[in-house]
């Protein structure tokens, strides 16, 4: 659920302290740099999952995926789905 004005103004940050960017917007040069650093501490620091990142900062699972691999960072392993756990 959208608070109330979303959409408008500039972007706000998530609980990760992720900025969410606009759909369509280009991040180049040293904005894009910093938020590679952000996307890099929010997966290694608060341990969020590209899925968690991708919704707080509405970038493409494929973007947050190539942004960490470009930093260099050692993916995890997925997690395992409920479905295929022992019963």
Not at 19 to 31: C, V
Not at 48 to 66: D, K, P, Q, V, Y
């Amino acid at each position: 659920m959208k608070s109330p004005g979303a959409g408008s103004g500039p972007p706000t940050e998530s609980h990760l302290g992720l900025p969410r960017i606009p759909k369509g917007k280009r991040l180049t040069g040293l904005a894009a740099e910093a938020f590679a650093r952000d996307v890099e501490r929010a997966y290694l620091v608060h341990r969020a999952t590209i899925r968690e990142i991708c919704s707080a900062t509405g970038r493409s699972h494929c973007t947050i995926h190539r942004i960490l691999k470009l930093c260099n960072v050692k993916m995890r392993r997925p997690a395992r789905r409920k479905s295929d756990e022992a019963v």
